[in-house]
């Protein structure tokens, strides 16, 4: 593999709150290609979207606080670039796509503005009539009908899936060489989000940008995603290509959250959930955080004792537990196919 | 804004929802108004603030364009002809001196215009940019400059200009920017709240993602957020300057004889006889002061719910 266009490593996010230091984020590595997809999934609270806005330096500090870590893209480290050098990359490079697009874009001011504001706060020459003519081509590249009049409107005028083009729109405006996309269907009905999803797909074919694609749906993440890190209580448990971790996960979360997806190959009836909570992320833990509510290591030692490295089980798939072996005994060879490097 | 029609054509099918037309219209045709022309209406609407903006313009006609076509001398001494009452050749009568009353009412509201709308500019421009600053940076500068306003607040500011006036020698400019000074804080407070609470909006922080520094933040977000405040403490800060003007010249402190002021014309008043018996000398000055406070606040409180984006 040649150079990664952003490599993370060992990123650690932690948060003062009155009840004592919160480990948002502990410990994450990954890298992400040129042009690749990288999905991003988890339940709530386990530091996807701590890990993207850190990235970005959009963590509130204090009392949010990069405790570790570097991230490096294209060479330079976000984590301890100058500020200046920080709003040249943010929307310039790396482009932002925002969860709830009726709160992520200004109510008083018209759409056409907003959008050509991501496009003058980097070309300061740009005239303010030429970057509303390229947010008109921008809104009708994103599927918009009838930009013209749309630029001239104000987000509330916009329908929910309108709007989270226009927001997709403010984040190609640039060409950016990374899109990160924060849950951007979460907060969209399902026939929009497939809508949107499509869209985004287009968008990130057309301007080659890689795209951290954070969600909660596995669903998602096996539609578009190549790539796939799972993450719980800040660490990531597993990662790999998404057809080797759907058709043989290695970590028990994996397999909890495949088992507790409905299917239509399987004729049971009930779900299976995965028992218990997400674990108090105030206490430091020492083990696998997983392990109160795993299957395997509930009953083990070392699971409680020893935090299990994220290690490599076939290439390009790493999972993070001890006895990952246990779980990938039932279909090996499956473990080799879909793998890319 | 601007005043052109946002008249968006037939919508097509795929453009669903129309703007939710106001409740009182009662128009047959759906027309998209720009929000400039919804202001406006609201502001019609309010037959207080309509009133306040006549009165408010005619003052502002009498005192500035008026002395351009007639002949008004506000300095012209006629000893044989003193405390006239009202009459053809003097509209408001002559003071103690023989000077024209109504010459001098008229530019006196120069000076105490003048003077009030240059302090709540001086007070206003201070009072945004230091506010906006507070809330956008946060941390100690913040903390500085709040308790810089506090430190503003606790000052009884009449004394500090009589001090000032003491130090200095009284003058308009001492007096435009003393007052200024004073009146900083209240709309710093105003505008860092404004600003502290839409920093953490989340378009705040798309506008970071997409590389907006913290000098656009602030002009292009968190100030314009603020301006339906601005305006309306600009006025009451206008009313609030005309009025310790008034208070500060009456006691020899602000504007200095022989220029007129509506403070110092009421100086007169301080004696008696004049209160008793000469009242042209002080009730035309008096009611024009009360007039002109009340106008810019029943204006001010119109603007208010015009601008206010949040009724739209």
């Given at each position: 593999?040649?150079?990664?266009?952003?490599?993370?490593?060992?990123?650690?996010?932690?948060?003062?709150?009155?009840?004592?230091?919160?480990?948002?984020?502990?410990?994450?590595?990954?890298?992400?290609?040129?042009?690749?997809?990288?999905?991003?999934?988890?339940?709530?609270?386990?530091?996807?979207?701590?890990?993207?806005?850190?990235?970005?330096?959009?963590?509130?500090?204090?009392?949010?606080?990069?405790?570790?870590?570097?991230?490096?893209?294209?060479?330079?480290?976000?984590?301890?670039?100058?500020?200046?050098?920080?709003?040249?990359?943010?929307?310039?490079?790396?482009?932002?796509?925002?969860?709830?697009?009726?709160?992520?874009?200004?109510?008083?001011?018209?759409?056409?503005?907003?959008?050509?504001?991501?496009?003058?706060?980097?070309?300061?020459?740009?005239?303010?009539?030429?970057?509303?003519?390229?947010?008109?081509?921008?809104?009708?590249?994103?599927?918009?009908?009838?930009?013209?009049?749309?630029?001239?409107?104000?987000?509330?005028?916009?329908?929910?899936?309108?709007?989270?083009?226009?927001?997709?729109?403010?984040?190609?405006?640039?060409?950016?060489?990374?899109?990160?996309?924060?849950?951007?269907?979460?907060?969209?009905?399902?026939?929009?989000?497939?809508?949107?999803?499509?869209?985004?797909?287009?968008?990130?074919?057309?301007?080659?940008?890689?795209?951290?694609?954070?969600?909660?749906?596995?669903?998602?993440?096996?539609?578009?995603?190549?790539?796939?890190?799972?993450?719980?209580?800040?660490?990531?448990?597993?990662?790999?290509?998404?057809?080797t971790i759907f058709a043989n996960p290695r970590h028990p979360?994996t397999v909890g959250?495949l088992k507790?997806?409905?299917?239509?190959?399987r004729?049971?009836?009930?779900?299976?959930?995965?028992?218990?909570?997400?674990?108090?992320?105030?206490?430091?833990?020492?083990?696998?955080?997983?392990?109160?509510?795993?299957e395997i290591?509930?009953?083990?030692?070392?699971?409680?004792?020893?935090?299990?490295?994220?290690?490599?089980v076939a290439?390009?798939h790493?999972s993070?537990c001890?006895f990952s072996d246990e779980l990938g005994s039932a279909a090996p060879a499956a473990a080799s196919t879909?793998?890319?490097? | 804004?601007?005043?052109?029609?946002?008249?968006?054509?037939?919508?097509?099918?795929?453009?669903?929802?129309?703007?939710?037309?106001?409740?009182?219209?009662?128009?047959?045709?759906?027309?998209?108004?720009?929000?400039?022309?919804?202001?406006?209406?609201?502001?019609?609407?309010?037959?207080?603030?309509?009133?306040?903006?006549?009165?408010?313009?005619?003052?502002?006609?009498?005192?500035?364009?008026?002395?351009?076509?007639?002949?008004?001398?506000?300095?012209?001494?006629?000893?044989?002809?003193?405390?006239?009452?009202?009459?053809?050749?003097?509209?408001?009568?002559?003071?103690?001196?023989?000077?024209?009353?109504?010459?001098?009412?008229?530019?006196?509201?120069?000076?105490?215009?003048?003077?009030?709308?240059?302090?709540?500019?001086?007070?206003?421009?201070?009072?945004?940019?230091?506010?906006?600053?507070?809330?956008?940076?946060?941390?100690?500068?913040?903390?500085?400059?709040?308790?810089?306003?506090?430190?503003?607040?606790?000052?009884?500011?009449?004394?500090?200009?009589?001090?000032?006036?003491?130090?200095?020698?009284?003058?308009?400019?001492?007096?435009?920017?003393?007052?200024?000074?004073?009146?900083?804080?209240?709309?710093?407070?105003?505008?860092?709240?404004?600003?502290?609470?839409?920093?953490?909006?989340?378009?705040?922080?798309?506008?970071?993602?997409?590389?907006?520094?913290?000098?656009?933040?602030?002009?292009?977000?968190?100030?314009?957020?603020?301006?339906?405040?601005?305006?309306?403490?600009?006025?009451?800060?206008?009313?609030?300057?005309?009025?310790?003007?008034?208070?500060?010249?009456?006691?020899?402190?602000?504007?200095?004889?022989?220029?007129?002021?509506?403070?110092?014309?009421?100086?007169?008043?301080?004696?008696?006889?004049?209160?008793?018996?000469?009242?042209?000398?002080?009730?035309?000055?008096?009611?024009?002061?009360?007039?002109?406070?009340?106008?810019?606040?029943?204006?001010?409180?119109?603007?208010?719910?015009?601008?206010?984006?949040?009724?739209?």
């Open positions: 593999m040649t150079q990664p266009l952003l490599d993370v490593r060992d990123l650690a996010v932690q948060f003062k709150t009155l009840d004592g230091l919160v480990h948002a984020v502990d410990g994450v590595s990954f890298t992400v290609a040129k042009g690749e997809i990288l999905g991003v999934v988890g339940e709530s609270g386990s530091g996807k979207s701590v890990s993207a806005m850190s990235m970005l330096g959009l963590i509130p500090q204090p009392p949010g606080r990069i405790a570790a870590g570097s991230v490096l893209f294209e060479g330079t480290d976000l984590l301890r670039a100058s500020k200046r050098r920080m709003r040249q990359i943010r929307g310039e490079q790396i482009g932002m796509i925002f969860q709830d697009p009726m709160t992520a874009l200004n109510p008083v001011m018209r759409v056409g503005k907003q959008i050509a504001e991501a496009i003058r706060t980097h070309h300061r020459r740009t005239s303010a009539d030429a970057a509303l003519e390229r947010a008109v081509e921008l809104l009708r590249l994103v599927g918009v009908p009838q930009p013209e009049a749309r630029v001239q409107q104000y987000p509330h005028q916009f329908s929910g899936g309108m709007r989270q083009r226009a927001m997709i729109a403010m984040a190609i405006a640039n060409d950016p060489s990374l899109l990160i996309a924060d849950e951007p269907t979460t907060a969209l009905d399902v026939t929009i989000q497939a809508q949107v999803l499509d869209m985004l797909r287009r968008a990130q074919a057309e301007t080659g940008a890689a795209t951290i694609f954070i969600t909660h749906d596995l669903g998602v993440v096996a539609e578009l995603a190549e790539r796939v890190i799972v993450m719980y209580a800040g660490r990531i448990m597993e990662s790999g290509a998404v057809r979360y959250l507790s997806l409905p299917s239509l190959k004729d049971s009836q009930i779900l299976t959930p995965i028992p218990g909570n997400p674990p108090n992320l105030l206490q430091p833990i020492q083990g696998c955080p997983f392990q109160p509510r795993c290591g509930r009953d083990r030692e070392v699971c409680s004792t020893t935090r299990p490295p994220l290690a490599d290439p390009g790493a993070a001890h879909g793998v890319t490097s | 804004m601007s005043l052109g029609t946002d008249v968006v054509g037939p919508s097509g099918p795929l453009l669903g929802e129309p703007a939710a037309p106001p409740p009182d219209s009662v128009s047959p045709v759906l027309r998209r108004r720009s929000p400039f022309m919804l202001g406006l209406r609201r502001y019609l609407h309010n037959w207080l603030a309509v009133a306040g903006a006549i009165v408010l313009l005619a003052f502002l006609v009498t005192v500035f364009i008026l002395p351009l076509f007639m002949h008004l001398d506000p300095y012209a001494v006629d000893l044989t002809h003193s405390r006239q009452p009202p009459g053809p050749g003097h509209l408001l009568g002559t003071d103690g001196t023989g000077r024209d009353v109504f010459a001098r009412l008229v530019y006196g509201g120069r000076v105490s215009m003048g003077v009030g709308l240059a302090a709540a500019g001086v007070a206003i421009l201070l009072g945004s940019l230091l506010g906006a600053i507070a809330g956008a940076f946060g941390g100690w500068l913040d903390t500085v400059i709040m308790r810089a306003a506090d430190i503003f607040l606790s000052f009884p500011s009449t004394v500090v200009v009589i001090v000032l006036a003491g130090v200095f020698g009284p003058s308009v400019l001492m007096l435009i920017v003393a007052l200024g000074v004073f009146e900083w804080p209240k709309s710093g407070r105003v505008v860092r709240s404004v600003v502290v609470a839409m920093r953490e909006r989340e378009f705040v922080q798309a506008a970071r993602a997409v590389g907006a520094g913290r000098g656009w933040l602030i002009s292009r977000h968190l100030l314009p957020a603020a301006l339906s405040q601005i305006v309306v403490i600009f006025t009451l800060t206008v009313a609030n300057c005309i009025l310790q003007e008034a208070a500060l010249s009456f006691l020899g402190l602000g504007v200095q004889p022989p220029t007129p002021s509506w403070g110092n014309m009421l100086t007169d008043a301080q004696s008696i006889t004049v209160i008793n018996s000469m009242p042209w000398l002080w009730v035309p000055p008096g009611v024009a002061v009360a007039l002109m406070v009340l106008c810019v606040n029943f204006v001010g409180d119109g603007l208010r719910d015009a601008v206010d984006p949040r009724q739209r």
